[in-house]
């Protein structure tokens, strides 16, 4: 199974750029990358899923180099409702690899 | 999102007690999971179902079983509750070759 290593928590400010960097040392050829993002005493809603190189969505972008040993989930000029804890999933097309580690809190300061 | 919905959203018994945990969607996937996650920490699987006649045990299923009485319906049940098995429980539906996952409200679970 790729197991992910991501920042425990990360803070940041109103309008700024954040950058959330996994590490998937692991990762199979079939495997995506996906970010979740959930908020307390709810559950994970998806962000955003990419293969390689570089996806973009209303919501976040996701960069993957070439070799995928990591990604990096960049959500632009974030606000206080950003606030959330975000989850980096490398997922296996027969969709069993599927292990939420502890997630990064991201906490946006006013 | 009312696509996938649970119930009871929230729960209190007794150790020793029978409870279910049931899970709907509306989102015509055939994959559905159930997992539990503990304060502060991350989700963990419990078991998956990729159809109605395949049922998988995910890494925490002791304790724990399972039905899938159709393509929309997964329900949980803890046959005697222990106070270890507190926590908040989230059924989730999957698709595509990927597995996006859409989750449910939550139902928090409490054993005394």
């Known amino acids: 199974l790729a197991k992910t290593t991501q920042p425990i928590s990360m803070d940041s400010y109103e309008g700024q750029e954040v950058n959330i960097t996994c590490s998937h040392n692991n990762i199979a050829t079939n495997d995506y990358i996906t970010w979740y993002q959930q908020f307390p005493s709810q559950g994970p809603r998806f962000i955003i899923q990419?293969?390689?190189t570089k996806v973009t969505n209303e919501v976040a972008s996701l960069f993957i180099p070439a070799d995928r040993k990591s990604s990096t989930l960049s959500l632009p000029r974030v606000s206080l409702s950003d606030t959330a804890v975000y989850y980096c999933?490398?997922?296996?097309?027969?969709?069993?690899?599927?292990?939420f580690g502890g997630g990064t809190r991201v906490l946006v300061k006013p | 999102d009312a696509d996938v919905t649970q119930t009871p959203r929230n729960r209190i018994t007794k150790t020793g007690k029978r409870i279910m945990l049931e899970c709907s969607q509306t989102k015509g996937h055939d994959r559905m999971y159930w997992y539990r996650q503990d304060p502060g920490l991350g989700l963990r699987l419990i078991y998956y179902?990729?159809?109605?006649?395949?049922?998988n045990k995910g890494e925490i299923s002791d304790g724990y079983s399972v039905s899938r009485q159709a393509q929309a319906k997964f329900s949980l049940s803890l046959e005697s509750a222990i106070p270890n098995q507190t926590a908040l429980y989230f059924c989730a539906t999957g698709t595509g070759a990927s597995d996006t996952q859409y989750f449910g409200p939550g139902t928090r679970l409490t054993v005394l």
């Open positions: 990419g293969y390689k």
């Open positions: 999933l490398v997922v296996g097309a027969a969709g069993n690899k599927l292990t």
């Open positions: 179902s990729f159809d109605v006649k395949d049922i």
